[in-house]
């Protein structure tokens, strides 16, 4: 099994989240975050003080996927984060040795 | 010169009336000595009960706009939004003042060349004999109060009218433009309109007999024209209708309609002018028709959704006070029930039904709740200002003023949604009225404050 | 008709310092005519500065609940239960001003049949003859101010009472049972205590000399058993003990804390009636006790946990103020002082060591601090407000009006108790007190209103 | 006694002025009976409008500071320390409030042994007469208002000024340190100050004919330098200047804003001691120079940085609010004006370049805003109380005046900065001043009270 | 070593958290993230305008454990996250090349 | 390809970010995150009830990076995260199998 994990725009998620719904991922995980990176940050300016904020609100998405559609996944992300503009994020592609649903106690591939 | 609360009851029967209470106020004295005191000097004496309380309804009506209606709107946009809706509103109390002072209230309150009956230019508009406050001091008086104690009274009305429009153009509108369209919207609608319903005798619409207590015309019916024209000038927001604009902070909208609900009490109250049985029954009326209303509102969500909101409550009870307004003075408290049950009702299918139906991008239900609101209210003041009806307008002929109050009303809403449109594509046209997509996006705090309203 | 004032300074004596009082203000006046006016004639006069003062009284205690208890109640529990405390406090402002238009003010102030010393069912409970304030107008005065201004007042009373025992069974209870419980609750125990105390002459309490200035008994001592009651009742919430529920936003708690602080200064300044040196020495007399009480419950937080607490100070400062009410018109600045102290020290033991020991959930102390509250300040009334004490009550003889505040606050505290575990009970029976577990685990906010609180 | 407006119009043509305005309010009565009484007569009654009046100007600036303030500051503040500083401005507000029952109001107000043009101790400082409000019920009067009401709304201000100065040494000062402090600050500094200006005939300043209508020097000098020496004493925070220290919760920084402005009516307003003209137009000018100087500090920022910010808005208000202050009740409207822009363009610079020239950490800017403000007020109010510049001074030589407000600025401020230090560098000496770094790091909150603010 | 991510619901932390602490789990870091999966979200209304909103909080626990532990970890929180109900949450297993303890440099399992 | 996971404490992040800045990574993620281990937490007190909150705010930061400059960064982030007391934190050190860059499609060692 694979994880990805996604730093996408924001205002993005809810696109990338039906797009995956109908390829038919059954769950993931979202988390807020601060990315740095090539886009720029932007200053903020307090009684004349400026600070430089260089971190940009992201959001993360964690996905648990079996190996075949991995990169189906990854392509669906890829197309609908997309805007072309810098900062539109990153996808983190990594093995899984196992995966536990709770509720269940099932273990691998069938606890996705 | 009279009060604002003669002004505005311009029936003779009322006049009367009003001479009979004032006289009894001090009829102890008179018939003491039972010597001829004229009216008028009466009239030109400082009363300190009186001065204390428009003393602090001017506060009451300061306070309804900073902190209560930028809260209100605050907690409804988006997080990062929220700065630019607050700032517009204290923005706006700083510029709308000092215009006021400038030429405000002398376009607006000075009687200069007027005549009762007389039709001409002053009858839309003041003179500019009292610009800058010029020759006006701490001794010079409005009735029983000083006239500059007037002048800050009027001013928080001046104020809080252009800030209620805000909510209609919230999380995208240029901070200048906005600027620009409150300053040029207040002298071409909100003083001329002013002075037509408050301009004492000669006064378009008070000759005509138009009765709005605490500005139902003046001030909701102006403003929700004006946002309902500007919402759609200005177009929806980014994703409207297709992503999830959720208020980010609802105890904010909560606190707010508190300090809106207690500030009315000085808007609705102040406006008779005096500390005296027109103004507890203003403020007992006001009350409930907010509580009407909040119910009304709850109620009908309570049915339809199977659940009560909190935001439903709230917008309710604000929708009851706008509607209140214009007959505050006028009205008893089954009256003040009955418009509140009626405004709640209304209201809601307007914010939401009509909104839907429509697809304009209202964003704070500006025109739902305060543009309806002060339509219902404007119109039911002919029913409930009547003496059968439990108000104080002995003499009044429903159907007559019923006739009356509609057409001040449609006339207001025409001449508003005309020149605010002008005002609007003008401001477009020159320097634009609505930021970039990209700082829509960002959000406005940011893009055009350099700021962040939270960083816990 | 009396003032309230009047009516809760029964003893003689008191009465004649009153109305030496107000001879002393019309004095100069009445000296220069030396004519003999009636003392009712003077009564029956509106006095601007009086009504100023009770409007703007009226509104700071609309205040208190709205945005004020509101706040501090919200900002206790914890996120996902904000919105259904702040709702609570909206629906009930609505809700019991409309039952006190309806029958409220009637059956807690009309005096239909009542007579010093008489008792019988009028001792107990008002008439009907001034539901929906049929025939009351904006000039029917009470005392020195319009009618309509008293029931408004009073109303402001009858919204925070039952608004006040909210946090006692908050974060579990159902809305509908909550809104038919403080209804029922206002109904039986609100209404009829009100009357017994502050009913004037005839009433049961006020008939035994029950010193009462601004609701020890009616409102704190009320709304602290109902509340314990209610939480007893209720149950704990599901994890009470076991899992941390901590205050989700004591800034929230804090500016809610500074509110109703300050609009106690109408609660307790307003029950004067009027814009005097008894409204001054109240708002004295009361700020004083909150800040000694703050300082005494910091002080014993301090030396017990190492630490002082803006949680501790804060309420500290609201059992002062609840403990002051009842004393707040008939005592001086160093009983004001002395009922501090110790009320900060008695409630910061019945709200911790007390509640710990009997285990019950009495989520944001509303026994502890304003029932004990009101309790401690019911019987120092007798102390303190004997001239030796500061007081201004000259013939008081402290033992027996000891006596006379005991069995009154036990009276009361019995009945309360009685009637609301019954009306509980039905509820309880009929649609049920409680969310389920399920709800209760999700919050009320979303289970029972759809909304979220924030959405940064 | 004299009322508190008649001791700082200390100029004789003033007095003449205020006496011919109070004459003109009782005239008709007085005509009509043509009788000789008393000017005394007349002072020693109770005017329930200006009762009415002084009540909700204590209660108002008792809102100034909770929760005003303190949200005013605490939204400045990070996350960590947001409840330190909302619970320094309610815990001064009780120790304040006792200490001005004990000898405060005592020290400042009694006039025991004091003449017109006598130097000696009684011009520095009052007698004890007063300590505990000794003597002093409900009917004694100040002016014609219970002097009890006079010891409340002064009470008020004497918890501000120490108030103010919180901000100058947020998020590093030791709790008890702040408490003594204050306290022996209160006694030290302020009482002195407040007696020599406002102390009547015989008082320091009075005597000198310096003018301060509501505490430009009483309030905001000492409060302004007190924090100045503060912050320059205990040093900068952790990290200033290294790290970001931004603003945790504009949205209640702004919320204040609005509190404080609202406030600010009772500070200024209320210093009138009456409902009349005066307070009329201070409340005017108040709000003018507010307003202008938002919009000025706005511009500049908008100038400089391309973008207005709300932070700026709000802090130049606060500014025009500060320096107006011992204005407010000498001045016009233009001089209203005139004060806002300048005070907010001198604000600006004291806050931005000065402070960042110097390098000292004044946390919340209570120097470059409070005491720059009152600086520039105390100055101005020579040029623009004169009769020439729209002021109600008749016979002002501003010249001279201005040297005299120039003398009582510098002699309050080195004073102030004086034992300021001294007291500053004692209790760092004995108990110590700061926290330690790691208790600063982890933030006051936890470490020195042991509570979190937010829990969402 | 293992990394050990499991998603539960929030109200189930303590539990786990100290069942781990008794297994002598030494350390752990928690995060407050939000969940889609077959658990259904909720509606919210605001003025009549009905918005589906699908994610729910639940908080993520991330834990480094040498490998022998691993599986006692996984039964820990099985077992005390578990309700039975729909969403009680995933366990993800994936491999950790390193682990360095900032305060002393060290590595490996010694860092744990 | 590694990914860097560390925790460290909230007010070293701008040394530490700058200090990666500098050796020239180009991208990391942040996300706010509540720390349990040997540092000890803190008792809060509220009416007297005293609650024993374990959970420390720390920082997590995520980088991806090519395996050779891996030590590299664990080693600036130990060097700038230091304080030599009990809570500095962890870095987890894992493979990354790919990484996507969303604005370009660009894949593998490319997309850092
Ligand atoms: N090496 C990295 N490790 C972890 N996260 C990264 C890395 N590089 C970029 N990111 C994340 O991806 C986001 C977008 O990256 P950025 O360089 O701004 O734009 P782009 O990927 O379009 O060139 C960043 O804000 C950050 O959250
Ligand atoms: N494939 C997945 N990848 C990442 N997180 C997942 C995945 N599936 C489920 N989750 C997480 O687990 C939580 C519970 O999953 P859900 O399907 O609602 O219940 P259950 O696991 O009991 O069937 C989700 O809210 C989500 O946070
Ligand atoms: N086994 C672990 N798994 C995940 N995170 C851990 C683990 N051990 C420690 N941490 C994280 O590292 C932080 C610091 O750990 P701690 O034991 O307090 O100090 P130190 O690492 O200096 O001994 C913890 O707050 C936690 O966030």
């Given at each position: 099994m694979k994880k990805i994990e996604a730093i996408i725009k924001p205002f993005r998620l809810d696109a990338v989240k039906d797009a995956l719904a109908e390829i038919g991922v059954a769950g993931m995980t979202v988390s807020e975050v601060k990315g740095f990176g090539r886009q720029k940050g932007h200053t903020e300016v307090y009684r004349g003080s400026e600070y430089q904020v260089d971190f940009l609100p992201k959001v993360k998405l964690d996905i648990a996927i079996d190996d075949e559609r991995a990169a189906e996944v990854v392509a669906a992300i890829t197309k609908e984060a997309?805007?072309?503009?810098?900062?539109?994020g990153k996808i983190f592609v990594s093995d899984l040795i196992n995966v536990i649903?709770?509720?269940?106690?099932e273990e691998g591939p069938d606890a996705l | 010169m009279e009060t604002h609360a003669t002004r505005s009851k311009t029936i003779p029967t009322t006049r009367f009336k009003l001479a009979l209470k004032s006289l009894q106020v001090f009829l102890p004295v008179f018939l003491m000595f039972a010597k001829a005191t004229s009216a008028h000097a009466a009239d030109a004496t400082l009363d300190s009960g009186d001065t204390a309380w428009m003393l602090i309804s001017t506060a009451l009506v300061l306070f309804m706009t900073i902190p209560g209606l930028a809260l209100f709107y605050g907690g409804l946009v988006r997080t990062k939004n929220v700065l630019s809706v607050l700032m517009q509103c204290l923005a706006l109390t700083a510029l709308m003042s000092v215009l006021w002072l400038v030429f405000g209230y002398s376009a607006a309150f000075d009687s200069t060349g007027m005549e009762v009956g007389k039709v001409g230019l002053h009858s839309f508009i003041g003179g500019c004999s009292k610009a800058f406050l010029l020759g006006i001091t701490g001794d010079t008086l409005t009735g029983n109060i000083p006239e500059v104690l007037f002048f800050a009274f009027q001013m928080t009305f001046a104020i809080i009218t252009p800030a209620l429009i805000v909510g209609a153009f919230a999380?995208?509108?240029k901070f200048s433009a906005m600027l620009w369209f409150s300053s040029l919207w207040l002298i071409l609608v909100y003083l001329p309109i002013c002075h037509m319903v408050w301009?004492?005798?000669?006064a378009f619409f008070a000759d005509k007999g138009v009765l709005d207590f605490a500005g139902g015309i003046v001030v909701h019916i102006t403003a929700g024209i004006a946002a309902l024209v500007a919402c759609i000038v200005i177009g929806?927001?980014?994703?409207?209708?297709?992503t999830a604009m959720i208020p980010h902070n609802l105890t904010m909208t909560l606190t707010g309609t508190g300090m809106l609900w207690v500030g009315w009490f000085g808007f609705n109250g102040g406006s008779a002018l005096a500390a005296n049985g027109d103004a507890a029954m203003a403020i007992t009326v006001t009350h409930l028709s907010a509580s009407a209303a909040g119910l009304t509102w709850m109620g009908i969500e309570w049915i339809i959704h199977q659940k009560p909101s909190a935001l439903g409550l709230a917008t309710g009870a604000v929708a009851g006070l706008a509607a209140v307004t214009p007959a505050s003075g006028f009205i008893g408290p089954i009256g003040g029930l009955c418009i509140g049950i009626v405004s709640g009702a209304v209201c809601f299918l307007a914010s939401t039904s009509l909104k839907r139906k429509f697809g304009y991008d209202d964003s704070l239900d500006v025109f739902g709740v305060h543009g309806v609101g002060g339509f219902v209210g404007t119109l039911l003041v002919a029913v409930f200002a009547a003496e059968s009806f439990g108000?104080?307008?002995?003499?009044?002929?429903i159907g007559s003023q019923f006739g009356t109050q509609l057409c001040a009303a449609v006339v207001t809403a025409v001449y508003t949604g005309l020149v605010s449109y002008i005002l609007l594509k003008g401001i477009d046209k020159t320097i634009g009225l609505r930021v970039t997509a990209q700082d829509e996006n960002q959000g406005l705090d940011l893009a055009l404050h350099e700021e962040t309203g939270y960083r816990y």
């Open positions: 997309h805007t072309g503009k810098l900062g539109d649903r709770i509720r269940t106690g | 999380e995208r509108m301009g004492g005798d000669g929806p927001r980014e994703g409207y209708q297709t108000g104080n307008q002995g003499s009044l002929n």
